[in-house]
């Protein structure tokens, strides 16, 4: 089971920026996706992003080139680079492992709040 672990966030004010990092050994080797979803409270979870096992990225739409997504295959990690943060972005981010065999987990979180 390739079980992710989320870091990276906290509190920050209207226009701050915070990277959040999914650390998950043998994703790569297992051929696994992650994906970002964020959840606040009282809200269903919404997808974020992807990073497919080959590298490649996609986004929400609300996302609007604000959260780059990049990795360190050797650290294991996909980071999250989440600029231009507003209140609506305030939500427990979690990543998920997708893909077969190994992949399908989730993280517990990481929660990111954003003060005007």
């Known amino acids: 089971q390739v079980q992710p672990v989320e870091s990276g966030g906290g509190s920050v004010q209207a226009g701050g920026s915070l990277r959040l990092s999914c650390t998950a050994p043998?994703?790569?080797?297992?051929?696994?996706?992650i994906d970002w979803f964020r959840q606040a409270a009282g809200k269903q979870r919404e997808w974020v992003s992807r990073m497919s096992p080959d590298g490649s990225t996609s986004y929400a739409g609300y996302v609007k080139g604000r959260f780059p997504l990049s990795n360190d295959k050797a650290k294991d990690t996909v980071y999250l680079q989440m600029n231009s943060l507003q209140p609506e972005d305030a939500a427990m981010y979690s990543c998920?492992?997708?893909?077969?065999?190994?992949?399908?987990?989730w993280g517990r979180g990481t929660q990111v709040t954003v003060s005007s």
């Open positions: 998920y492992t997708g893909g077969t065999g190994a992949c399908r987990a």
């Open positions: 043998g994703f790569t080797s297992n051929t696994c996706g």
